[in-house]
């Protein structure tokens, strides 16, 4: 409200009942209708489930799985939680964030510019989750892991696959993806695009170390 003083200057610049109403009124926050306050609960709920999920994954397990091999014999390794983050990756077509890890002798290459070729023993893993809801103050988290992918660099061992060895383990048992070696041929076919870059997509963070 004015001041007294103000008032007798400006005498217009009075505040009706009404106008204060409407005042209270646009600085009152609104409440959200109830199939909104239902939507926050249910991104909430669903956001606190996946922490829990994620907090379980990077725990060290008491006893190990057991990963049976992908059938083209490209094994498991439970020490890529381990490897550090390269890059990052969206896909917008089915709503999965993935996160690129790799081993020292991958970050080693990075740090020395020497990604193309990449040096045997090089290998990554891409880490993938559903993407969650976004919560109450619009972040956007992983949700359940759905699968991770091996991707090993062996220029003689696999020569027939480009001088890679691919895998790839679903679920939280990681069952192999394949059911037979041929699936390999997926990977191999959809990284042919990019065979000038050794057929890795993912273009590393710079400064790693």
Same mark, same amino acid.
């Given at each position: ?25 646009y600085l009152t926050t609104p409440? *959200?209708? %109830?199939?909104?306050?239902?939507? &926050?609960?249910? @991104?909430?709920?669903? =956001? #606190? ?67 193309? *070729?990449? %040096?045997?023993?090089?290998?990554? &893993?891409?880490? @993938?989750?559903?993407? =969650? #809801? ?21 220029a003689k061992k696999y020569a ?43 273009? %590393? ?5």
């Amino acid at each position: 409200m004015p001041l007294p003083s103000y008032l007798k200057v400006h005498p217009g610049a009075a505040v009706s009942p009404s106008g204060l109403a409407v005042l209270r009124t646009y600085l009152t926050t609104p409440v *959200p209708p %109830p199939a909104a306050q239902v939507a &926050a609960s249910n @991104a909430s709920t669903a =956001a #606190a489930a996946a922490d829990l999920e994620f907090t379980d994954w990077i725990k060290p397990k008491t006893s190990p799985l057991t990963v049976q091999p992908e059938f083209n014999g490209v094994p498991f390794t439970d020490d890529y939680k381990n490897w550090r983050p390269i890059s990052s990756t969206d896909r917008f077509d089915n709503h999965t964030m993935r996160e690129i890890l790799g081993n020292d002798i991958a970050l080693q290459a990075i740090a020395e510019n020497h990604i193309n *070729p990449w %040096p045997d023993g090089a290998a990554f &893993a891409k880490v @993938a989750w559903a993407q =969650a #809801a976004p919560d109450a103050d619009g972040m956007v988290k992983t949700g359940k892991f759905i699968q991770v992918e091996l991707m090993i660099k062996d220029a003689k061992k696999y020569a027939s696959t480009d001088g890679w060895g691919w895998g790839r383990w679903r679920g939280d048992d990681l069952k192999p993806y394949g059911k037979s070696a041929v699936f390999q041929n997926e990977c191999t076919g959809c990284h042919e695009p990019v065979c000038k870059n050794d057929f890795v997509y993912t273009m %590393p963070f710079s400064g790693q170390r």
